[in-house]
């Protein structure tokens, strides 16, 4: 589940957590393109607090960092041909990351397009991999892994209009032997499950959660998550 903490007082991200936690989620991911807020640390620690799950920094930038989550995605945007998304914003996180004693998680970060322009699309200056190009996808994981990366990150955007198509999400599992985080659009537990089917070993979801009251639906996506099986 995603949490992007700019939308939510403390006191909310706090009930959020605990709500991910007891409905199954199975880690928070906090994090977004932009955070406007001056108090990232302490709303991961409003997180971190209330979770009994793994909270992990998905982060927009080297502003996001914080000593109190669990581990960061140590995203390189390798569908783009932006330097500062490729090792420039990862040069300057680095030391800060050791300092604080982080866990960092090597991750290959693909944008797919996904119907119109996203906040990652436009915050990152970069051009997403066409939806219909399975060639690209797979070739841009494969160099991912080859490179040393734990895992692909297949991203439509938060709130894209199209989620990454299942036939592309089947298509780089298959060519690659490290694990497929999915995400951006994911609507409802069924489309969860498929692309749990098609191939994904994660699946973020974070606008729908968020309109969520309770959490039943954080459970509805849990059980369907982990009841479904690659095919
Ligand atoms: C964005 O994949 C996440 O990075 C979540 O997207 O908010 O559309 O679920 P949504």
Sequence with gaps: MLIDPDKWALAQLADMAAAASEGGADAILIGGSLIMAPNFDEMVHAIRSAASIPCIIFPGSVMQISKHADAILFLSLVSGRNPSYLIGEQIKAAPLIQHIGLEAIPTGYMLIESGRVTSAEFMSNTRPIPRDKNDIAKATALAAQYLGMKLVYL?????????????????????????????????????????????????????????????????????????????
């Excluded at 955007?157 to 994911?186: F, K, R, T, W």
């Excluded at 979801?205 to 099986?229: C, M, P, S």
Aim: proline share 4%; glycine share 12%; with cysteine.
């Design 155 to 231: 991203e439509a955007g938060s709130g894209a209009q199209h989620a990454v198509p299942l036939e592309m999400i089947s298509a780089v599992s298959s060519y690659v032997s490290i694990p497929l985080i999915v995400g951006g659009g994911i609507r409802t537990p069924e489309a969860a499950a498929q692309c749990v089917t098609a191939g994904a070993s994660f699946v973020v979801t974070g606008n729908v959660l968020e309109k969520d009251e309770g959490q039943k639906l954080i459970r509805d996506f849990a059980e369907a998550i982990h009841g479904a099986r690659r095919a």
